[in-house]
């Protein structure tokens, strides 16, 4: 068997490894987590003990007590998870239905906060027909495992979410260089007579570069080509747009796009992810789409999340000051020289390249009381290692602030 190198290896190194069994693999894995614990390399799963927000409590690897940590890996954009007004929406719904739903949907898991919640979500896109799951990543990959089999192609940008790539294991799979729309062009061409259904999937905001998909040329190309876009906006929903609806909001393609996915537990603060398109989908996916069908409805605290949706009409000023804090970040750190690639979102990447400095940016920015992620292969290529930075709307300017000095001295210490 061959040694893989500790020193370059990555988690994915490890999924196939020939000649050992799964037992084996798992102790040969063993090995790699406690090499890079040992060398404080294995700064995830960090537990917090406080809410979250732009700033918590985290156990440090090595530490004893928890440490107070400006965080910058947050998805609730609008700070939404410590809204006094959902929190009460939560409580409400339980005091009145408890706590769980009891069944799937098909067979008496069906309750009227789920119905509304769907009307809601529906309408906020300006639809009239929803579906929901209990994960965004449920929503993406059981819809597309669902609608597309072995005489269809997925049309895949090459940078869309885990979820997708999972839902499309039992179709065929062209994969599209990232918003490269000469190369959407060509393969849609070729596809074009070939194939029964053609889907291009694509993200509205790209979740590593937090980029925007040009969604009026891919509509209209797809379109063209007699193919179906579905777009998966998790992290545009209540960020971008006038209103909140996301980058189809942005891009005036809100009636163009035939499916579009996303999730509740960004913006909306909760958990569960939604499918929204034309009535006779939805109703093909009621009844057969087997996660769907098979798994069990959310529970009543899902009315919280139609508050959510509520308040991001009737509280504007979250979006509002989210963006201040979006531009405020960006500026300094382009101030800083660093390269942040072309973010349209909340989502804001410092592009290193390399691994190990990566690595040690994210070890420094920890000494320095903040908390971002290192994103390496295989969430990016090998080549594309960064870190990734989450604003939200709670952030104050001087944390923000903070945030910019320990970049400011990870420049001089790491990036030289
Ligand atoms: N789509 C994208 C683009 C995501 O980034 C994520 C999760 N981070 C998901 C889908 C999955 O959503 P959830 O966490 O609700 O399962």
Redesign the pocket.
Known sequence: MKKIDFRTASFKDFEHIAGMDIMERARYFRTYLDYLAKRRRLNYRLESSSPCGPEMRILLPGHQRPKKLITMVS?DYLGFTQHPEIIRANITAMNQYGTGSGASPAIGGHFAYHQLLEDRIAAFYGREHALLYT????A?SATLQCLLGKDDIAILDMA??A?VYEGCQLTNVKRVLHNNMDMLNNVLKQAQHSYRTKLVVV?GVY?QDGDLAPLHEITHMAHHYGAYVLM?D??GTGVVGATGRGVAELTHTLPDIDIITG????SLAH???YVVADDDLIQYLKYQSRQHLFSTSAGPSTLGIVRALELIDEEPQWRTKLWENIDHLTYGLLGLGLDIGTTGSAIVPVKIGDIAKTLEAGKQLLRAGVYANPIMYPAVAKKDARIRLNVMATHTQAQLDRVLEAFASVKHRVLR
Not at 135 to 138: A, K, L
Not at 263 to 266: A, E, G, L, N, P
Request: aromatic fraction near 10%; proline fraction near 0%; hydrophobic fraction near 20%.
């Open positions: 998805n994960t965004g990543y449920t993406n869309v979410h979820s993200d979740s998966d998790a992290h999730t509740f537990s960004k958990l569960g992810g």
